[in-house]
Structure formats: structure tokens, C-alpha cells
């Protein structure tokens, strides 16, 4: 019932900033928490963000102050505002949903989107 497809990754330069989008289809989007998660070569899982339906927003650690997540329910969109890149934020980043949850933990999401590559070079 919830589809995702993320978009907007690319190749930046340290110090640089780069917007992901998640097009979510189905119609029950607006209730479902919505996170961001990372993954690089060799490297666990990563929590980045998420926000819940009304709009409260969690942080992972690494992030925090630097990357804004958001989310648009008349769009079916999430979106997440990454600023100051550092090239450790390398990874493939995923969208993930979750009913009638918020926050961290990577078993409570659903559905995945198929990820979207982000290169931040030195």
C-alpha cells in the first residue's frame, strides 16, 4: 500500500549541500512515520532522520545541525536538506515508511525505497 522512490543523490563537494526527495505512492502515506537511513560499502545500517505524520523530526547523532528532514502530505513527499557535506557522508541513502511509528530503528519500517547514491568527494 506505500511505494518509494527516492531521488536527488548525486556527486558534491565537501562543504556542499544536496536535497533528497521520496515520492511515496498509496493512501495512507500522511500516517506513517517516514525516515531516511544510509548505508555505506562496509559500514551498518545508519539512522540519518525521520518525522512523524504531524511533523516532529529525529536526528541521528552524525547529522544533527547539518541535514533537515521534511515532509509534504498533500505530495506524498519527504525530503531531506543536507548541508555542509562531509565526504563520510558517503553512502546509498534509503527513504523508509513505518506505521504508527517514528524513530531509529530499522525493523519497524515497511517499506524501502531502492536507494539513491551520494558521493561527497575532499
Known sequence: QVQLVESGGGLVQAGGSL?????ASGRTFSTYGMGWFRQAPGKEREFVAAISWSGTAYYGDSVKGR???SRDNAKNTVYLQM???KPED?????CA???AYTGSLY???EHWGQ???VTVSS
Not at 19 to 23: D, G, P, W
Open 67 to 69: 541535514f533537515f528532514i
Open 19 to 23: 536535497r533528497l526527495s521520496c515520492a
Open 90 to 94: 558517503t553512502a546509498v541513502y534509503y
Open 115 to 117: 536507494g539513491t547514491q
Open 107 to 109: 525493523y519497524r519500517y
Open 83 to 85: 548541508n555542509a557535506l
Open 97 to 99: 515508511a513505518a506505521p
